[in-house]
């Protein structure tokens, strides 16, 4: 199977994320598409607002009309940062019959070079990229130079378009700590998940 990756802190998950992994399943073709909230993003886990329980069952609530869609609560036990390196070698280990693809974004794929160990996120998985505003994509040989690969090593980057939807789980969480509508910024239920348990109220 073609799998996708989608890591991050869903803090809360919105429409953004949703469209961005259906637009990732349907033109990288992909059989499912895993998203992998983190338990201790290395670079937001001062921004992290809701528990990881409380992120991951916002996630299933999300994704339970898609088929194609699964939550993996992969790093919730794992001690230390959620490094993407350390996922990606774990899900290969568990699913060594399927084909991994990151998904990431074209700003974020320029700092892919800077990351906890690169090379081994780019051997164990394809990139399937989303272009951003303002960031071009770089094209194989010039990222396998930035990461410090051979010169016979490559691997797959798959650019894919998406609607640019302006959505932020910051801005999310700002809207709910100040008593303000977040209706038809994520799905119903994960917004009235988010009233039930008072999540976010006082947090931005």
């Known amino acids: 199977m073609r799998i996708g990756v989608f890591g991050g802190a869903f803090d809360p998950v919105h429409y953004g994320h949703l469209i961005l992994a259906e637009q990732a399943r349907e033109q990288a073709r992909l059989d499912q598409v895993l ?35 699964r ?30 693809f990151l998904l990431v974004g074209s700003d974020t794929l320029a700092e ?19 272009a951003r505003p ?8 010039q990222l396998s130079a930035a990461i410090g690969l051979g010169h016979d090593e ?3 980057l798959c650019p894919i378009d998406v609607p640019l939807i ?3 789980s910051r801005d999310i969480r700002r809207r709910a700590a100040a008593g303000r509508s977040i209706r038809y910024m994520l ?10 348990k008072g999540l976010y109220r006082g947090k931005g």
């Open 35 to 69: 998203f992998v909230p983190a338990a201790r993003h290395p670079f937001k886990a001062a921004t992290t607002a809701a528990p990881f329980d409380r992120r991951a069952e916002m996630l299933r609530l999300a994704t339970a009309g898609n088929p194609a869609f």
């Open 71 to 100: 939550v993996d609560e992969i790093e919730k036990d794992r001690p230390g940062p959620s490094y993407t390196a350390d996922t990606l070698d774990e899900l290969k280990r568990r699913r060594p019959g399927d084909e991994l």
């Open 112 to 130: 892919l070079p800077t990351w906890y160990a690169p090379e081994r996120i780019v051997r164990a998985a394809g990139l399937v990229v989303m």
């Open 134 to 141: 303002g960031h071009v994509i770089p094209d194989v040989a």
């Open 154 to 156: 490559y691997f797959g």
């Open 166 to 168: 302006d959505l932020s």
């Open 187 to 196: 799905p119903r239920a994960v917004e009235v998940y988010v009233g039930e």
